[in-house]
């Protein structure tokens, strides 16, 4: 039977919630060649999505990068239409980039750009997710009760009547078994690991088959169970040898080493000993091969990161990046007592624009707003941003009160001197503008100088428009 390509969607969509990564993959291709037939570019992306993060989590990051830059690519070249759930998409794919190139700050900031669009979207599936990430993140930076408490309200999260998502369950938990082990809380390790094989079935990733044999292994030795140890870490050595999985290869055959001392199985230990030393070797010429990778990846990532910070329609930042960076700017000014400036402006009588000469011509102004914003601003002491609409934010840092009116002046009156053809009239337009400052450091947060500068908008507004007005 044929699916369709919604079908195949909702198929590709259950399948990977299920664990079956194969499927996965299998529907991911079936669904990407039918949208290519039928010129569906949404449906083409998020076939390239789930082929990217199915391939990842079966560490075949040679394909999992490969979809990952076709995505990227597809998404660049329809910025306008992306959906919230699209956009989340591509900071995930971004999250495994940085954390194959183990930039543990980047894979940080990339998560909690993650999270505010999870309260945006009130996605506890999302945030779940978000909450795994870290606890992975902090795993690898040796943080193992900050890994646990992230890695409990994932799983909370995962558990919840809002997701119930397996794949999130079984990755909370591995994250909590890990914390676990590395703080040496057996009991709750062996709490976690009971629940974690109640969750594991044959439909299961040989990833998570390796971690739960992994962890079974470990635990066990924590113990003094030596024998249980043994069984388990011989079936987990199986497993990466199937998997090709090199990293967990050695790390289990480390305990099998260690076990054949305990058990006496000196002639066993010497082979294992053996095979270490061979995995060594060969780590370190995939070590070579990966070092080569991650410069080619760090100049795609930070192409695909500057893009993901930047507004579909305008090709100035969005208001993501825009709130990410003024959190970073109001601490810092905090800290300094120094001046930032937040000035919001919208288009006077925009909705008349658009009701007059169309959305075409609405979304023109838009642009023409936005490159204007870009020409008078500074990086250093200037950030631009389009808030939503035809509403855009500016923010000034180490500017004096003279300096902010002068910029807000010539910004106000280069957009009025502006003419936009059309047919046999010329459109003009003025906006209006509120400003706000942080009071040298006074205010700390985005949202109480954005909400202190948009008062200021709406009196410029009842006021008469084509002005500027500051907050009181």
């Known amino acids: ?57 079966l560490a075949d990051l040679k394909n999992a990068f490969h979809y990952t830059f076709l995505y990227d690519e597809y998404c660049q070249q329809n910025k306008e239409d992306l959906s919230d759930q699209e956009k989340e998409n591509l900071y995930l794919l971004l999250f495994f980039l940085y954390e194959y190139n183990e930039n543990w700050e980047k894979a940080r900031e990339t998560i909690i750009l993650n999270m505010d669009l999870a309260k945006k979207l009130y996605a506890t599936d999302m945030m779940s997710n978000c909450f795994c990430n870290l606890s992975k993140v902090a795993i690898a930076e040796q943080k193992y009760n ?104 050695i790390r289990i055959i480390s305990l099998l080493i260690e076990l054949c001392e305990r058990l006496n199985h000196f002639e066993e230990g010497y082979y294992y000993y053996k095979e270490y030393v061979d995995i060594l070797q060969e780590l370190k010429r995939a070590a070579i091969y990966k070092t080569t990778l991650q410069l080619e990846i760090q100049h795609r990532v930070a192409a695909i990161q500057e893009r993901s910070n930047l507004d579909g329609l305008t090709n100035i930042y969005n208001r993501y990046h825009l709130e990410n960076v003024a959190k970073k700017w109001l601490l810092e000014a905090a800290n300094e007592k120094s001046n930032i400036t937040c000035l919001v402006f919208d288009i006077d009588k925009f909705k008349s624009i658009n009701d007059q000469y169309g959305h075409l011509i609405g979304d023109d102004v838009i642009k023409l707003v936005a490159n204007t914003c870009k020409e008078l601003s500074n990086l250093e002491t200037t950030f631009a941003a389009r808030f939503g609409g035809d509403e855009f934010v500016i923010l000034l840092r180490h500017l004096t009160s003279t300096e902010v009116m002068k910029f807000a002046n010539t910004l106000n009156h280069t957009l009025a001197a502006m003419k936009i053809p059309i047919e046999d009239s010329i459109l003009t337009f003025t906006v209006s503008m509120g400003i706000a400052t942080n009071l040298k450091g006074e205010v700390n947060s985005f949202h109480e100088i954005f909400k202190n500068a948009d008062i200021a908008l709406y009196n410029a507004k009842e006021n008469g428009r084509n002005q500027i007005r500051q907050y009181e």
């Not at 079956?20 to 570019?41: S, Y």
């Open 1 to 57: 039977m044929l699916l369709t390509i919604e079908e195949l969607k909702n198929t590709t969509h259950a399948t990977y919630l299920s664990g079956k990564l194969v499927e996965t993959i299998k529907f991911g291709h079936e669904l990407v060649e039918k949208a290519m037939l039928q010129q569906d570019r949404i449906s083409i992306r998020y076939g390239y999505m789930y082929l990217a993060i199915s391939y990842h989590a």
């Open 146 to 249: 900050e890994a646990h408490e992230y890695a409990l309200q994932g799983l909370d999260l995962a558990l919840s009547k809002h997701a119930d998502i397996p794949q999130l369950t079984f990755q909370a938990l591995c994250n909590l078994v890990e914390a676990s082990l590395k703080l040496n809380l057996v009991n709750d390790a062996t709490k976690y690991l009971s629940t974690l094989s109640a969750c594991l079935d044959d439909s299961n990733s040989i990833k998570w088959q390796i971690l739960y044999y992994q962890y079974v292994g470990e635990l066990y030795y924590l113990k003094g169970q030596f024998e249980v140890s043994y069984k388990a870490a011989t079936t987990c050595k199986e497993l990466t040898s199937k998997a090709g999985n090199l990293a967990a290869k």
